[in-house]
């Protein structure tokens, strides 16, 4: 069995002049989340559709399950392996939910049971609402079950939560927990940092068509010195004493006034110097919190974006 | 709750079951759907018993008018499924990505087009019941050979879903919806089916007779009206369609 579930190199994938993906590379090793994050445009849907043999490679490779998926005879083996979760849409407007569902079971050998991952996902009250009359939160949950219900080993999840509401994200993120524990591989595109804070294993930063980022969260979010201490305390600290009992290359100021902010290599020892100044100067840090870089932050720094911009 | 195991256990269902499965689905889609309803029973069903009973269009040949008119019907019903429904309900399943989806999981596309054809065999059989008894309780007295009956209904049949399919799988679900109607229509009326192809201009009605509704209306006659051995001509005329239409929609058909 080959170690890696998805390899993907110098992809290339053009529409027309505009390059939706140009020379990408991922990797997804075999169990554990891989989100792959990026603004709208990026190329994530891209490289996933390639992945699901729906698009044809420009340049480079692409092997999911060590299957080319560009080839018919490859793709036709791959296909009953992976679970397919489309951005929207893929569903008979007129099929009701539990129908379709339990049709998505029938053309896998070991299907799960139908009704006990409906329920779950909440979808018993409303198995016999046809899916145009679905609530969108209703059909985001419906397509998730139709790309699990086959016992996939491999699953891709096109935005899973886009517009869904908290309880409903939540019972999404449950799943995905839960396939990632008994061992199925999951990929997934999202526009939410906190997504793949919460899920991933690995984060593939993708922008402008390829993969400017990639490790665990921890792994991308670790700096050596841009983590924070912030504090509330009276306007006008003499911050230059402050700035003198603080190690070097550590940077002091009040952002406004009242809200002060340390930035510099955040240890026990720079907190204990911190808060012995205070108590030396009779002031009380209100508010103190030590801040760590998140995946937003990192977002920012490597494109100079917001990623919802 | 979670003491379901989601372990991977991949595979495909066995070929039968899955095309017993989409086949099934298929027609419980075309049969709920009530525009298509309207396409394929009630007009027809209606169009037999008012043009029977009221002398509208005055028949060519021998016998009753119901004997002229409910090969037209069969005919019409045939044109209702195989063209106009399978072309409008696959046009709007590509546009919702119904296609696409279908095509990440484990059925083969023929057995796709399979399927949708069952589907469609499946909705002429009960067409042909219904229209039948309609057509037998006003008087109806077929003739002919029923394996000819069945052979141009087959060919028919191939040749529409061939022209069906090729224009859901090219154009826009909109524009299908559209055209596939405007055709429903222009067919219906000088195709042969209630208006005998005799009342059309001489300079028109060899390209007339040259269309598949007027080969099936006009083969379904000769033998269930006139009892004639097989329709050489008309069968030839729907197989050429059948030929071409079902290779233009294998070359061009478009999945999204």
Same mark, same amino acid.
């Given at each position: 069995?080959?170690?890696?579930?998805?390899?993907?190199?110098?992809?290339?994938?053009?529409?027309?002049?505009?390059?939706?993906?140009?020379?990408?590379?991922? *990797?997804?090793?075999?169990?554990?989340?891989?989100?792959?994050?990026?603004?709208?445009?990026?190329?994530? $849907?891209?490289?996933?559709?390639?992945?699901?043999?729906?698009?044809?490679?420009?340049?480079?490779?692409?092997?999911?399950?060590?299957?080319?998926?560009?080839?018919?005879?490859?793709?036709?083996?791959?296909?009953?392996?992976?679970?397919?979760?489309?951005?929207?849409?893929?569903?008979?407007?007129?099929?009701?939910?539990?129908?379709?569902?339990? !049709?998505?079971?029938?053309?896998?050998?070991?299907?799960?049971?139908?009704?006990?991952?409906?329920?779950?996902?909440?979808?018993?009250?409303?198995?016999? $609402?046809?899916?145009?009359?679905?609530?969108?939160?209703?059909?985001?949950?419906?397509?998730?079950?139709?790309?699990?219900?086959?016992?996939?080993?491999?699953?891709? &999840?096109?935005?899973?939560?886009?517009?869904?509401?908290? !309880?409903?994200?939540?019972? *999404?993120?449950?799943?995905?927990?839960?396939?990632?524990?008994?061992?199925? $591989?999951?990929?997934?595109?999202? !526009? !939410?940092?906190?997504?793949?804070?919460? &899920?991933?294993?690995?984060?593939?930063?993708?922008?402008?068509?390829?993969?400017?980022?990639?490790?665990? +969260?921890?792994?991308?979010?670790?700096?050596?010195?841009?983590? *924070?201490?912030?504090?509330?305390?009276?306007?006008?600290?003499?911050?230059?004493?402050?700035?003198?009992?603080?190690?070097?290359?550590?940077?002091?100021?009040?952002?406004?006034?009242?809200?002060?902010?340390?930035?510099?290599?955040?240890? +026990?020892?720079?907190?204990? $110097?911190?808060?012995?100044?205070?108590?030396?100067?009779?002031?009380? +840090?209100?508010?103190?919190?030590?801040?760590?870089?998140?995946?937003?932050?990192?977002?920012?720094?490597?494109?100079?974006?917001?990623?919802?911009? | 709750?979670?003491?379901?195991?989601?372990?991977?256990?991949?595979?495909?269902?066995?070929? #039968?079951?899955?095309?017993?499965?989409?086949?099934?689905?298929?027609?419980?889609?075309?049969?709920?759907?009530?525009?298509?309803?309207?396409?394929?029973?009630?007009?027809?069903?209606?169009?037999?018993?008012?043009?029977?009973?009221?002398?509208?269009?005055?028949?060519?040949?021998? #016998?009753?008018?119901?004997?002229?008119?409910?090969?037209?019907?069969?005919?019409?019903?045939?044109?209702?499924?195989?063209?106009?429904?399978?072309?409008?309900?696959?046009?709007?399943?590509?546009?919702?990505?119904?296609?696409?989806?279908?095509?990440? @999981?484990?059925?083969?596309?023929?057995?796709?087009?399979?399927?949708?054809?069952?589907?469609?065999?499946?909705?002429?059989?009960?067409?042909?019941?219904?229209?039948?008894?309609?057509?037998?309780?006003?008087?109806?007295?077929?003739?002919?050979?029923?394996?000819?009956?069945?052979?141009?209904?087959?060919?028919?049949?191939?040749?529409? @879903?061939?022209?069906?399919?090729?224009?859901?799988?090219?154009?826009?679900?909109?524009?299908?919806?559209?055209?596939?109607?405007?055709?429903?229509?222009?067919?219906?009326?000088?195709?042969?089916?209630?208006?005998?192809?005799?009342?059309?201009?001489?300079?028109?009605?060899?390209?007339?007779?040259?269309?598949?509704? @007027?080969?099936?209306?006009? #083969?379904?006659?000769?033998?269930?009206?006139?009892?004639?051995?097989?329709?050489?001509?008309?069968?030839?005329?729907?197989?050429?369609?059948?030929?071409?239409?079902?290779?233009?929609?294998?070359?061009?058909?478009?999945?999204?």
């Amino acid at each position: 069995m080959q170690s890696e579930a998805v390899a993907v190199t110098g992809l290339v994938k053009r529409y027309g002049d505009k390059t939706a993906v140009n020379g990408l590379d991922l *990797t997804v090793r075999r169990g554990g989340v891989t989100a792959v994050l990026g603004p709208n445009g990026a190329g994530k $849907t891209t490289t996933i559709e390639t992945c699901e043999g729906y698009r044809r490679a420009d340049a480079g490779t692409v092997r999911v399950l060590g299957l080319d998926p560009g080839d018919p005879a490859q793709a036709a083996q791959m296909r009953p392996r992976i679970g397919v979760m489309l951005q929207s849409g893929g569903i008979y407007p007129g099929a009701r939910a539990l129908e379709m569902l339990r !049709h998505t079971a029938r053309l896998h050998a070991h299907p799960l049971d139908v009704d006990e991952l409906a329920a779950r996902l909440g979808l018993d009250s409303c198995g016999r $609402t046809s899916y145009r009359r679905l609530s969108g939160g209703q059909q985001q949950r419906l397509a998730l079950a139709m790309a699990v219900v086959g016992r996939p080993e491999l699953v891709f &999840l096109d935005e899973p939560t886009a517009g869904l509401d908290p !309880h409903a994200r939540r019972a *999404t993120w449950d799943l995905v927990r839960d396939l990632r524990r008994d061992g199925v $591989t999951l990929v997934l595109t999202t !526009h !939410h940092m906190d997504e793949a804070e919460q &899920l991933a294993d690995r984060v593939a930063i993708v922008d402008g068509g390829r993969v400017i980022a990639e490790g665990s +969260p921890e792994e991308l979010c670790r700096s050596e010195a841009a983590d *924070t201490v912030r504090f509330r305390a009276r306007p006008g600290l003499d911050l230059g004493g402050l700035l003198k009992a603080l190690p070097d290359g550590t940077a002091v100021a009040e952002a406004t006034p009242g809200a002060y902010l340390v930035e510099g290599s955040v240890d +026990p020892q720079l907190l204990a $110097t911190l808060t012995s100044w205070c108590a030396q100067s009779g002031v009380m +840090p209100e508010q103190l919190a030590v801040g760590r870089r998140t995946l937003e932050d990192v977002f920012i720094e490597l494109t100079g974006r917001d990623l919802r911009a | 709750m979670s003491s379901t195991s989601y372990a991977p256990q991949p595979g495909a269902a066995p070929i #039968g079951v899955m095309l017993r499965a989409q086949t099934g689905l298929e027609t419980k889609m075309l049969l709920r759907n009530g525009e298509q309803l309207l396409l394929t029973v009630v007009i027809p069903s209606v169009l037999l018993v008012l043009f029977s009973a009221v002398d509208i269009v005055s028949t060519t040949g021998p #016998g009753a008018r119901v004997d002229f008119l409910a090969p037209g019907l069969l005919a019409l019903a045939v044109l209702s499924t195989a063209f106009t429904g399978q072309a409008i309900a696959t046009g709007f399943e590509r546009r919702y990505g119904v296609l696409k989806r279908l095509g990440a @999981s484990p059925l083969p596309r023929w057995a796709l087009m399979t399927a949708k054809t069952g589907s469609v065999l499946v909705t002429e059989v009960l067409q042909v019941a219904l229209l039948s008894v309609i057509a037998l309780l006003l008087g109806w007295h077929p003739q002919g050979d029923p394996a000819a009956v069945l052979l141009l209904l087959l060919l028919g049949t191939a040749a529409f @879903s061939g022209l069906g399919l090729l224009m859901a799988g090219t154009l826009r679900a909109e524009a299908t919806l559209a055209a596939a109607n405007l055709v429903f229509i222009l067919l219906l009326l000088a195709g042969g089916v209630i208006v005998p192809l005799s009342r059309f201009p001489g300079a028109v009605r060899p390209v007339l007779e040259a269309l598949p509704i @007027s080969a099936l209306s006009d #083969g379904l006659r000769a033998v269930l009206q006139q009892g004639a051995g097989m329709p050489w001509g008309d069968v030839g005329v729907l197989a050429a369609w059948a030929v071409v239409a079902l290779a233009a929609a294998a070359r061009f058909f478009r999945w999204e």
